[in-house]
Nanobody, 125 residues
Framework: QLQLVESGGGLVQPGGSLRLSCAAS????????IGWFRQAPGKEREGVSC?????NTYYPDSVKGRFTISRDNAKMYLQMNSLKPEDTAVYYC?????????????????????WGQGTQVTVSS
């Protein structure tokens, strides 16, 4: 069974950092496009850090310079620095066999084939 399992969410003060991890089970990530998405209450799910199969990355302006996506064969990671209250959301990792949903200007939540269960990130003092 192919699964993605996340860890690392929690409560952090504004300006703080968190590192999310996502472990792949039943497959390896080395031939997949991967991404991190988030969904805040009342808002649509949005891509915040994505890597296409050719290595191209996407970050929206809202997180550029603060978030970094990385991976090895078994896991993907999201390093989040200088966190803001507006970063509060449920964060999901995802993987896809194809990269069509990742461009220079967006990372669509309609592309991935596999999703993690989600982990809550709350940025508050």
């Amino acid at each position: 069974q192919l699964q993605l399992v996340e860890s690392g969410g929690g409560l952090v003060q504004p300006g703080g950092s968190l590192r999310l991890s996502c472990a792949a089970s039943g497959f390896t990530l080395d031939n997949y496009a991967i991404g991190w998405f988030r969904q805040a209450p009342g808002k649509e799910r949005e891509g915040v850090s994505c890597i296409a199969k050719d290595g191209n990355t996407y970050y929206p302006d809202s997180v550029k310079g603060r978030f970094t996506i990385s991976r090895d064969n078994a896991k993907m990671y999201l390093q989040m620095n200088s966190l803001k209250p507006e970063d509060t959301a449920v964060y999901y990792c995802a993987a896809a066999r194809q990269s069509w949903f990742i461009t220079n200007s967006y990372c669509s939540p309609y592309g991935p084939d596999y999703w993690g269960q989600g982990t809550q990130v709350t940025v508050s003092s």
